[in-house]
């Protein structure tokens, strides 16, 4: 289908998935809103897509929600009946990815300013890259707003202090890029002009390796979080004795010993 508020391109088994409401800075409709979801869908659901690469175009990676799209009784709005599906009885997630049910990795890269909703993709994404000159903050409660999902996340990111002093500071605040950095909310800081390519260079690392054994590793990681340490493993070894039983795993090994690139079936 095609997308109004989006862009969405697949190459080379990476699905590029960039916001492009420069004009507004990113930030999130309920059109984007429902195009993202469509977006993440589509490139679970192809098996020409090993990973996701979230960005975006402009000065802005995505400044939250939309405010001038928001309805005065602050519903998030869906296309069907009020509560009638169980997203609905979930903590909304806007343009977060279905980052728990998802099995392909993601990739974020952030190109300029995330603040609210847009922190989001710094916090459930697997990999997260940001560009010199990208700049973090949650404007919240400067517009009279309680600070929830994004800060609930922030706060298991980040030492609690530095979360509750991004929330409460609201918008009066930016954390650099840098600064993220050195608190492990992102992974490198790239050279503004070079953050697309390097996203791209790390996507191609990602996809030299076996993909059914990357999905299996980062759901292991993704789901044992929300669990003790015990039944964590026990989940973690189940993935592997089910990514064991596939022809890439055979593959691996076969092509190490013959020293040779191995060939992935994902299968």
């Known amino acids: 289908m095609g997308f109004q508020t989006i862009q969405y391109e697949v190459a080379d088994r990476v699905a590029t998935i960039t916001f492009n409401r420069p004009d507004r800075l990113n930030a999130l409709s309920p059109a984007m809103i429902g195009e993202l979801r469509q977006a993440y869908a589509d490139a679970e659901a192809d098996d020409d897509v090993w990973i996701l690469l979230v960005t975006g175009n402009g000065r802005a990676f995505c400044a939250g929600a939309d405010v001038g799209e928001i309805p005065a ?6 296309d069907e009946p009020y509560l009638s599906t169980f997203a609905q009885w979930e903590a909304p997630q806007e343009g977060t990815p279905p980052f728990r049910s998802m ?16 922190l989001d993709l710094v916090t459930t994404g697997d990999i997260v890259i940001a560009s010199d000159r990208a700049e973090f903050f949650d404007p919240h409660v400067s517009i009279g707003l309680v600070a929830g999902r994004e800060t609930v996340r922030l706060a298991r990111a980040l030492p609690t202090t530095v979360a509750l002093r991004m929330a409460l500071m609201g918008r009066h605040e930016r954390m650099s890029a840098q600064r993220a950095y050195e608190l ?9 002009d070079r953050l697309l390519e390097r996203a791209r260079e790390i996507a191609a690392i990602v996809n030299r390796n076996a993909p059914l054994a990357v999905r299996g590793t980062r759901l292991a990681i993704r789901r044992g979080l929300d669990l003790p340490m015990y039944e964590a493993e026990v989940m973690a070894e189940t993935f592997r004795e089910r990514v064991v039983r596939t022809d890439d795993a055979k593959e691996g090994p076969a092509a190490f010993l013959q020293k040779r690139q191995p060939e992935w079936k994902c299968q």
């Open 184 to 192: 492990g909310l992102v992974s490198e800081v790239v050279e503004h």
């Open 103 to 118: 099995t392909k990795p993601i990739l974020t890269a952030v190109n300029g300013l995330c603040c609210g909703a847009g």
């Open 73 to 78: 009784d602050g519903r998030v709005i869906y």
